[in-house]
């Protein structure tokens, strides 16, 4: 069983900034990809940031120029640098992993951190 625990999390005023931590633990002999997610209220879950295992970043339009991720793959772990929120910004925030205990790859999903910018 694998678990992903998110921090960092929290309330800011527009143009802040927030990091946000996620340490994977549990059966991982290895992790392909890790990244955020984020889901605002009425809203569908969509991708924020990934990266992966050789260090190939994926952003969304949305937070290019703004965000920033990066991981420590031995230790598992990623982060999610977040500069010039926006209120549009405001969601729960959801780390993610695409790791094999084995052989075959599975997803795994953090429990969410809720970030909110207020105007």
């Known amino acids: 069983q694998v678990q992903l625990v998110e921090s960092g999390g929290g309330l800011v005023q527009g143009g802040g900034s927030l990091r946000l931590f996620c340490a994977a633990s549990?059966?991982?002999?290895?992790?392909?990809?890790m990244g955020w997610y984020r889901q605002a209220p009425g809203k569908q879950r969509e991708l924020v940031a990934t990266?992966?295992?050789?260090?190939?970043?994926n952003y969304a339009d949305s937070v290019k120029g703004r965000f920033t991720i990066s991981s420590e793959n031995t230790k598992k772990s990623v982060y999610l640098e977040m500069n010039d929120l926006k209120p549009e910004d405001t969601a729960v925030y959801y780390c993610?992993?695409?790791?094999?205990?084995?052989?075959?790859?599975?997803?795994?999903w953090g429990q969410g951190t809720q970030v909110t910018v207020s105007s």
């Open positions: 549990g059966s991982i002999f290895s992790i392909k990809t």
């Open positions: 990266i992966t295992s050789t260090g190939n970043t």
């Open positions: 993610y992993a695409q790791y094999r205990p084995y052989i075959s790859f599975y997803d795994a």
